[in-house]
């Protein structure tokens, strides 16, 4: 490592932490890099449901228990990516064992022990989760993106994970994320879901405001 490289890290110390995405490999042929440039880590896939929880019950943390250790070891904090996805999840979460979709009190309840599972594991050890992610449809005339997530559960598990995430960990950071959202019309509809959930929090959960904090 050439040590005359500004460290990007302490540049923009004060503004905004600067971030990379690891994997198994990368975590330890970069380290270098990574420690001298970046204080903040993501797991590129390995904390994605399917790789956490590829079986009903069964969780396999290897990996992100390894991604804490070095960042605590290295004082960098690390952002959790991600709680509920449409890509990325395992069958299982959507159906039963005939292979045919479940009722959506099921679906909830299996959301909500992914969840709960996952960030109380590592609650005051990650300081910010991407609970949902890109929910949003690319098409101007839809809103939301057609998954079976929306399909069983209706557009209410979106603030509900937002809501089970806070209960895990009420320090924790909440993030919705997804791309191009630089894009006017995506844009306005991510706005859109955002002060929609506000609303609903505000309704169904009893709190002034949504644990969606950050998008």
Not at 94 to 118: A, C, P, S, W
């Amino acid at each position: 490592m050439n040590n005359t490289i500004p460290q990007l890290q302490k540049v923009f110390q004060g503004d905004f932490k600067v971030g990379a995405a690891v994997n198994k490999r990368t975590l330890h042929s970069a380290r270098k890099l990574i420690t001298n440039q970046f204080n903040s880590l993501t797991a590129e896939n390995e904390m994605k449901p399917a790789l956490l929880q590829p079986n009903e019950g069964e969780f396999d943390f290897t990996f992100s228990d390894h991604l804490i250790d070095f960042a605590n070891h290295n004082d960098i904090s690390v952002r959790g990516h991600t709680l509920v996805w449409h890509n990325q999840c395992p069958d299982w979460m959507f159906k039963n064992n005939q292979g045919t979709l479940i009722d959506r009190t099921t679906l909830l309840n299996r959301m909500d022990k992914h969840i709960e599972t996952v960030v109380s594991r590592y609650a005051g050890q990650i300081d910010s989760w991407d609970v949902v992610n890109e929910a949003i449809a690319d098409d101007e005339d839809v809103f939301l993106r057609n998954s079976q997530w929306l399909e069983l559960a209706g557009e209410n598990f979106i603030e509900r994970a937002f809501h089970v995430t806070h209960e895990a960990d009420p320090k924790a950071t909440l993030i919705y994320n997804d791309y191009n959202e630089s894009d006017p019309m995506k844009r306005d509809k991510i706005y859109k879901l955002a002060k929609a959930s506000r609303k609903r929090c505000a309704n169904t959960w009893d709190r002034n405001a949504s644990p969606l904090e950050y998008i």
